[in-house]
C-alpha cells in the first residue's frame, strides 16, 4: 500500500511537470486581454503593425484638442485653409463606438473614456484623410479622417481609430476598401473571438441597469415628449434649490450649450436633500412629467432608498464642490435665437432627424446671466398669496425685449424690496430660463442676483 501511494505521487508529479511545460511551450495566459499599448501580451497588436506614412498623398495636419465629444468624435483645432472656422470635427473613420450622449448605451462612456485618455496624454496628434482630400460624412459637418497620436516619450504614432477597435470599444468597422480596412477588419474579428468589451458577457460598470432610460440632459431637452411619464436617469450639477424643486445642468461640447432640468423632490426630508445640495454633481433618477400649470417639463417621483445604498435606482450624489455656469448670455439670441439639432425619431430606433429649436427652448432650467437691460416697466404680484410681492421686469437691450421674474426678494435687512428699487434703471441678472404665460424668462432667486448699475 505504501508503495502503491509512492507510485502515485510519482505519477502526480510527473503530470504537473507536463502540464508546466505545455503551458511554457504554448503561453499559457489569460485569453481575454485588453490590447492597447502597455496592456497585451497574447494578441496581435495591429495597432503598432499599422504605420503612419508621412510621404503618402493623404491630406494630413497635426492639431490640438478643442473638444471631446464622445468615443468616435472629437473637434480638433486646424488651421484656417482646412477649414474656414478654424475647427475640424473630426467623425473617426470605420469605427462607430456605442452612444455616450444623448441615448447612453452600454460601453458608451468607457469608449468616450478611452478616446480622451489618449488624446489628453499624446505629444502630438494628427488627423488624415482617407485619400487625397478632406472628406466630410453625410451630415455635412464633419470631417471623416483617420486620428493617430504620440504617446508621451514614444517615437511612433498610433491609429486611434484602430485602437478604439482593437480593444472591442467598436459595434462596427469600415470597410477594407478603407485605407487601413484590412488591418481595421482583422482586429475587430480579434476583438470579437477575445469577447472583449462590447462583444463580452458582462456588465459595463459605468452603465445604468436599473429601469429607466439612461439619458443625457442634452438627449432629454431635444427629445423631451418621447419621454412623457418615462423614468428616466442622468447627471447634472445642481443650481440653484427653490420651492421644492432644484434645477440641474450640464454642459455639451457639441453643440457648446448646457442643458438643464427641472427636478421636484416634493416633501421629502433628510438624505435626499443632502443629495441634492446647490453644488453636488447629482445622479437623478425620476419620471418625466408635464407640468401643466407653468407650461414646461419636470422629472418628478425621485427614485430614492435610503436603506438600500446600493441599489440602481437610487438617486445619488457623485461628487461636490461645482459651480452654476450663469453662462453670459445676449439679448438677441435669447429671445429669438435657433439651434439645430439632432432629435430621436422613436425612443425604440437609432434613426434621428434634424429639428430646429429656440435657443431659449433647450436652455430651459439652465444658469444665464444677461447684462445690461433696461427695466421699461414691473409689475407685482398681488392676489393674496405667498408670491405677493414677486415682480416681473419687462427689459430691453438694444431693442430686444427679455422678461426677468422674480421669487419675493428681501434686503440684507429682511426688507422686501419693491419694483421702485429697478423701474427704469439698468440692470444686470443672473438666474434660471423659465417659461410662464406663453413667454421664455428669466427666473430669479435672490436680490444678490440682481446689479443696479
Not at 511554457?24 to 492597447?36: E, K, M, R, Y
Not at 466630410?136 to 514614444?154: F, I, N
Not at 421702485?420 to 421664455?440: M, N, P, R, W
Request: hydrophobic fraction near 35%; aromatic fraction near 10%; proline fraction near 2%.
Amino acid at each position: 500500500m505504501r508503495t502503491n501511494m509512492k507510485t502515485s505521487n510519482k505519477l502526480i508529479s510527473l503530470i504537473m511537470m507536463l502540464c508546466l511545460t505545455v503551458c511554457v511551450l504554448t503561453g499559457c495566459q489569460d485569453n481575454t486581454p485588453a490590447v492597447s499599448s502597455g496592456e497585451s501580451t497574447n494578441a496581435i497588436d495591429y495597432v503598432a503593425n499599422t504605420k503612419l506614412q508621412m510621404e503618402s498623398n493623404t491630406k494630413k495636419q497635426e492639431v490640438t484638442v478643442k473638444s471631446y465629444i464622445d468615443g468616435d468624435t472629437t473637434h480638433f483645432n486646424v488651421p484656417s485653409e482646412v477649414s474656414a472656422d478654424g475647427v475640424l470635427k473630426a467623425r473617426y473613420m470605420g469605427v462607430n463606438t456605442p452612444e455616450s450622449t444623448g441615448k447612453i448605451e452600454e460601453w458608451g462612456k468607457k469608449a468616450s473614456t478611452f478616446t480622451k485618455e489618449k488624446l489628453m496624454s499624446a505629444s502630438s496628434i494628427i488627423v488624415e484623410s482617407d485619400n487625397d482630400v478632406w472628406n466630410v460624412d453625410s451630415t455635412g459637418g464633419r470631417h471623416l479622417v483617420w486620428v493617430w497620436y504620440k504617446p508621451e516619450g514614444a517615437s511612433d504614432y498610433r491609429c486611434l481609430n484602430l485602437e478604439l477597435i482593437q480593444n472591442g470599444l467598436s459595434i462596427s468597422c469600415g470597410t477594407t476598401a478603407d485605407r487601413y480596412g484590412d488591418a481595421a477588419s482583422k482586429a475587430f474579428q480579434q476583438a470579437k473571438t477575445l469577447g472583449l468589451h462590447v462583444f463580452s458577457k458582462e456588465d459595463d460598470p459605468d452603465f445604468f441597469y436599473g429601469d429607466a432610460y439612461e439619458v443625457d440632459l442634452k438627449g432629454l431637452r431635444t427629445n423631451i415628449s418621447l419621454y412623457d411619464n418615462k423614468k428616466v436617469a442622468f447627471e447634472g450639477v445642481v443650481t440653484r434649490n427653490n420651492n421644492n424643486s432644484v434645477y440641474v445642468e450640464s454642459y455639451d461640447a457639441e453643440t457648446d450649450m448646457y442643458y438643464g432640468m427641472s427636478v421636484y423632490y416634493g416633501y421629502e426630508t433628510g438624505a435626499l436633500l443632502n443629495i441634492l445640495k446647490v453644488g453636488n454633481l447629482v445622479r437623478v433618477v425620476g419620471t418625466v412629467t408635464y407640468y401643466e400649470t407653468g407650461g414646461t417639463w419636470q422629472v418628478s417621483g425621485l427614485s430614492y432608498r435610503e436603506f438600500k445604498p446600493d441599489d440602481p435606482s437610487n438617486t445619488i450624489m457623485i461628487s461636490e464642490g461645482h459651480e452654476a455656469s450663469n453662462r453670459l448670455t445676449d439679448a438677441g439670441v435669447f429671445a429669438g435665437g435657433k439651434i439645430d439639432c439632432e432629435a430621436l425619431t422613436s425612443l425604440e430606433s437609432e434613426e434621428t432627424e434634424v429639428k430646429t429649436f429656440d435657443y431659449a427652448n433647450l436652455a430651459m432650467s439652465t444658469s444665464v446671466s444677461m447684462k445690461n437691460l433696461e427695466v421699461l416697466s414691473a409689475y407685482t404680484t398681488s392676489n393674496g398669496g405667498n408670491s405677493d410681492g414677486a415682480m416681473t421686469l419687462t427689459c430691453q437691450s438694444d431693442g430686444i425685449i427679455v422678461t426677468v421674474r422674480t421669487i419675493v426678494l428681501y434686503d440684507e435687512n429682511g426688507n422686501m424690496l419693491t419694483q421702485a428699487e429697478y423701474l427704469g434703471k439698468t440692470i444686470d441678472v443672473t438666474g434660471i430660463v423659465d417659461y410662464f404665460s406663453g413667454d421664455y424668462q428669466i427666473k430669479v432667486f435672490s436680490a444678490d442676483d440682481i446689479t443696479v448699475h
